[in-house]
């Protein structure tokens, strides 16, 4: 023991930083931050720390090159000793270093941290948050299948709705003509070198502010923060109430870090790595690839924007987004911090969760999506062919081969692209079936080129039977009048 | 102090030109057309007419180490006679890849679920524009189209000098 004080004292007379690392250490913060609350920063440090030892260690065996990618990774995950829990444990870390920036986001958010005289550590975060945004998608490019493959080809299709100089950031974003070697290199490149460094330079002051204002105190109703009064209301909340950072705040955030770097070693043992997928082979077509969990919900706003919005959307939103954050502290640097005292960001916080946590769902299901197997791999239900005719069933042949199942369910089995059809007699006449699987529109394909007419009639026939039992098909009351009693009784209720 | 700094950035801005004329160099090499040409994609036998069929290629613009994904594929339509569309797999949307299918005459998209008929127009979906077309030629009993690069909504006409959609 002596010897260990005698090694510190000599170091430190050479190195003269043991005094200002215990000033930081033990300086006082305001007594209710030593809250369960106020752990998500200092757990994201952590997981940042996490993923860049075990991004090093995948590093080891890893190749960034676009033939060898792909191979290099089913080394790691079959053949190297534990090889799959190193990609587990980085690919989890991932998932987790995201939710929690979320998370510690939301709370700075909720708390009123962001305002004077804590402006810039916002904006900071602001940038450390689309900097972990960044690690997150080009991890997942690094992740070489066929996701990524096609993924990329989604983000250059995005770029190159830039105006004017659209296809050059594409050939920029690819490093060529196409998805290839190049392309692999240069997010290597991001992902390991620019925006680590990037990363822990913005950490760092991040963090150097965070210890010069101080902890953000527990919002009180009817504490208002003036910026001629703060900071010395804020020095006497700390001098005369504080309690020293260590060890009275510390040991929550070193259990709740603990407890998070846990709980990603057990999913990563548990559920093992993420992929990959298909190799990236270009000439494999049978895919649908999706991004991962928490770009899903970009995934769904594509699908369900209007197309002439589309551009639009993806080119301002996230710049608009953006800025938004960054000017929020500014907008609003006095006044009250306290939940209870703002009702709009109480809700704003809410309408974005669920706003997320809807797409994500969506996404997670991909309703736009059509089945591409459906009309091969998935039959029509038997209760929809039961005692038809052999006209009716000739219809639902045609409905299987012309891929109508698709998009179109019966019986929950089908796509969803376009509306389930158990029961469309009811709400189409003959003549607008015909009308509807001629012509289209409604964002459904005009089938007119490609069924006979002998087809058509046969599928309307079908589609018509496709009506709760004992409920009489739609018709056409006009008809009806002109064609007397007797054109109402001619499709029998059956 | 002053000259310092003066001498300083000038040696930076040296130093910087061919340093960003490096980064810049996949596009300057494409301004000069250089990722697209001429190259056959296989006998004409292969494209039997009225029939629409997946064909691969090697891109023309590929490095030694790109692997697989220096393998393209696109579909050709063999109309009749010498009358062909050779379409690239990339949907107008967002470039998933679409598949055909003879029965119903349409390309359709798993993504978003783009839809075009058998002529590449746009059926339904998101897309803004049909399916990408390539420039192709009957030579020597061998089809030949003009790639190299991967068609994206932001380029004028699809193709880097291509024709527009409706020309």
Redo the contacts between chains.
Sequence with gaps: MRLIKQLGEWFDARLQIGATLRETAEHPVPRETASWFYVFGSAAVVVFILQIFSGIMLALIYVPSAGEAWNSLQTLNHEVTLGWFARAVHGWGSEFMVAIVLLHMVQVFWFGAYKYPRELTWVVGVFLLVMTLGMAFTGQVLRFDQDAYWGLGIGASISSRVPIIGPPIVNLMLGGPIIAGATLSRFFALHVFVLPGLLIAFVGLHLLMVIKLGINEWPMPGRIVRKATYVKEYHELTNKDGIPFVPSAVWKDLFFAAFILLAIGACAAYFGPFGPGGEPNPTIIQTAPKPDFFFLWIYAVLSLLPPSMETPALLVGPVVGIVLLLLLPFVSSEGEKSWQRRPVAVLLILLLAVAFGTFTRRAEHAPWSPVMDAWSGKPIPPQFLRNRTALERQGALVFQAKQCHNCHALGNEGGERGPALDNVAVSMTRDQLIRQVIQGGGNMPAYGKNLSPAETTALVTFLQTLRPPGQRPARDAARDAANGPAGALSSPVR | MKLGILFNGIVAAILAIPLVRY??S??S??RKGA?QSWFALGDLAQFPAGQTR?A?YK?P?????????????CWVRHIEGANFQVFA??CA???????W?P????F??????G?Y?QDGSR??????RGLFEHHYKVENGKLWIKA???P????VSGI?GGKPPCA
């Design positions: 980064i810049l996949p596009v090499h494409g990722y997946l691969t891109n613009y590929v490095n030694l180490w790109d692997g697989m994904t220096g393998d393209v594929a797999v990339n949307h967002l470039g998933c890849p679409v598949r299918f029965q119903s005459g349409l359709m998209c798993p993504c978003h679920g839809v008929y059926a339904s979906g998101p897309p803004e190299g690069e991967m994206t909504p932001g380029m880097p």
